[in-house]
């Protein structure tokens, strides 16, 4: 009876083990521009959050950038973002304003291999949040197909590329993104990322304007629950004319 108390309590011990180790641990989009494939699993809720400051003459703080991310399935994910900005106007107070709501959804197309990419498609939707911002822009949308190749088990290089509209005109901005994201630990991770902005802005010439930025940054795991991260970019162009830097956390909330 004691053999057989005892080796159930073996197996137990062994599927509570296996249980652990094949248990979900985050996976954050936060930091940086751009965005990773992958999906927040099934009946999974995770919430990240944190600050940005910005410059561009003025300052400009995002208190907070906040998304809470919903799995759907096993494919796709429910995603709602709000973001305050506090920014600075030359001789007067700082002023507070609330951004548009976005509500959108990250759907994987494919799991992708030794060769071929991870693919997934995100669709965002910006909806007016106050009275003041329905009387100056309409909703906004944007759509992006993301890449990412595994090159070894710490490398990976990611790519995004998109349409944003602005919610003031019919013309889009082509959103371009390539990211590479090192594995340093299995805790700590770093990424070196580009993204650029190709805006048309003179209807009768089609000339394209050109917003390149360089982005970096870390992050770490301190629990398979929780990630903190850090970052800044910067235009390349024109370093002194923006600037950013930020911090952040990510929770897995079940």
């Known amino acids: 009876m ?9 197996i137990l011990s062994l599927s509570v083990l296996v249980a652990q180790k094949s248990e979900f641990t985050i996976s954050a989009d936060r930091p940086g ?20 400051w910005d410059y561009s003459g003025t300052s400009a703080i995002t208190l907070p950038t906040a998304m809470l991310r919903f799995g ?3 494919f796709a994910e ?23 709501l976005t509500i959108g959804t990250k759907i994987k197309v494919l799991e992708g291999g030794q060769y071929v990419p991870a693919i ?3 669709a965002n939707l910006a909806i007016p949040s106050t009275s003041d911002l329905a009387h100056t822009i309409h909703v906004a949308p944007s759509l992006y197909l993301l890449f990412q ?14 349409v944003e509209w602005n919610g003031e005109d019919a013309i889009p ?26 805006t048309r802005y003179d209807l009768s010439t089609g000339k394209t304007a050109v ?37 952040g956390i990510a929770w897995l909330i079940n």
């Open 2 to 10: 004691k053999r057989i108390i005892f080796s159930l309590l073996f």
């Open 33 to 52: 521009m751009a965005t990773g494939v992958d999906i927040l699993p099934f009946k999974k809720v995770q919430f990240e959050t944190g600050f940005q």
């Open 72 to 74: 759907l399935s096993d």
């Open 78 to 100: 429910l995603r709602l973002q709000y973001d305050g900005t506090l920014t600075e106007n030359l001789g007067t107070p700082w002023n507070y304003s609330v951004e548009p």
């Open 120 to 122: 997934s498609f995100m």
């Open 149 to 162: 190749n595994d090159i070894t088990d710490w490398f990976n290089v990611g790519y995004n590329v998109g």
């Open 173 to 198: 901005a082509t959103f371009l993104a390539i990211c590479l994201g090192f594995g340093i630990t299995d805790n700590f991770g770093a990424f070196l990322e580009s993204y650029n902005y190709f």
């Open 211 to 247: 917003d390149a930025n360089l982005d970096f940054g870390f992050n770490y795991i301190v629990h398979p629950r929780i990630q903190f991260d850090l970052y800044a970019s910067f235009n390349c162009q024109d370093p002194k004319s923006y600037s950013n830097v930020g911090l």
